[in-house]
């Protein structure tokens, strides 16, 4: 790869651990609750940049990555939707050309006692992960994008 792309491609990886965050929330499982999230957020131009709904029963918990985390939970609060946590990400380019880069990555994780505990995609189809110990899997990380990129 090109050493000025690949420091490109480092760089806006070192950007977005700084900015952008994962929010954890808590939804009723009926209709409209999602999209009431959606207008408030909208309203307040907070953009959501990639996440998921994953139903529990009676409730359903959503994670959505965004850069105005503390405005969004304060708006959402206003409405009566709780922020249950602010999580700090891991924002993951994989090879979409090696097939096994979800695996291989999981694997140096898991190698390094580092637990996944959430995973999804955002927008430009990069991995997004909160784990239970930023400071490592951010280590980890580095050390992938140095090996792959």
Known sequence: MNGN????????????????????IVLEN???KLALLGEILGNHA???????VFNNGDFAVAHFLVEAADK????????????VNINDVIIQKLRQDVPGQLGMFCRRMADN???ILVQYSDHSNQLIIVTDNYEKAKQVSAEWMKEWW
Do not use: C, W, Y
């Open 72 to 83: 969004a939970q304060e708006v959402l609060a206003e409405a009566g939707i709780d922020v």
């Open 46 to 52: 907070i953009s959501l940049e990639g996440g998921g």
């Open 113 to 115: 006692d580092v637990n």
């Open 5 to 24: 792309r690949r420091h490109t491609i480092v760089k806006s990886f070192t950007h977005k651990f700084n900015t952008m965050k994962d929010l954890e």
């Open 30 to 32: 009926k209709p409209g």
